[in-house]
């Protein structure tokens, strides 16, 4: 199971960019990197996925560098209600997996 | 439905009580999941089933945890003889057994356990 490195907690103010980095240095060739979002009192939610480069949604930004090593979840211009923990995860799509879910990065962000 | 659905949302029983957790999946979704998660920590797994079977049931914190599976839909977890730990939030997802890209896991909104 490749394990995931994040920062446990991040303040960024309203309308900033935010980038939060995952360190994932065994990752395996058929593994993606999926990032989960979870607001209080309710399950995580999924963001977005990707395998290598850059995957763009209406939600969220993911680039990933060639060795594949680490990632970044980009949010643009942010707003009080993204104010959540947001979860880094690896594995592969295929078939069932049992996703680790580690403590997360805590995100406030202030006005 | 259209999403995974939880019940109950909100459960308080005396110590010593047995409880029964319910999930829904998503109508399709051949892999189910079971997570705890404590206030204010991460995601703690529990089980996971593929179809009605459970490969892994490594994540049950005791023998006093249990979880089936049935029809390749509902699932129910059952705790016996409740413990002050065991208050916590139990999340359920479903996820797609199938090859390509997929979204993950849809997680339902939990049950609050409370053991008082």
């Known amino acids: 199971l490749a394990k995931t490195t994040q920062p446990i907690s991040m303040d960024s103010y309203e309308g900033q960019e935010v980038n939060i980095t995952c360190s994932h240095n065994n990752i395996a060739t058929n593994d993606y990197i999926t990032w989960y979002q979870q607001f209080p009192s309710q399950g995580p939610r999924f963001i977005i996925q990707g395998y290598k480069t850059k995957v763009t949604n209406e939600v969220a930004s993911l680039f990933i560098p060639a060795d594949r090593k680490s990632s970044t979840l980009s949010l643009p211009r942010v707003s009080l209600s993204d104010t959540a923990v947001y979860y880094c995860?690896?594995?592969?799509?295929?078939?069932?997996?049992?996703?680790?879910f580690g403590t997360g990065t805590r995100l406030k962000v202030l006005a | 439905g259209a999403g995974v659905s939880q019940s109950p949302s909100n459960k308080v029983t005396e110590k010593g009580k047995d409880v029964e957790l319910r999930c829904d999946p998503i109508s399709g979704h051949t892999a189910l999941y079971w997570y705890r998660q404590r206030l204010g920590q991460g995601l703690e797994f529990l089980i996971y089933f593929q179809g009605n079977s459970a490969p892994d049931k490594s994540g049950l914190p005791s023998d006093r945890f249990s979880a089936e599976r049935t029809g390749e839909s509902v699932s129910t977890l059952t705790i016996q003889r409740t413990q002050q730990e065991d208050s916590a939030v139990y999340l359920c997802a479903s996820s797609l057994d199938s090859g390509g890209s997929n979204y993950g896991y849809t997680f339902g909104s939990g049950t609050r356990l409370t053991v008082v």
């Open positions: 995860l690896v594995g592969p799509l295929s078939g069932t997996y049992k996703y680790i």
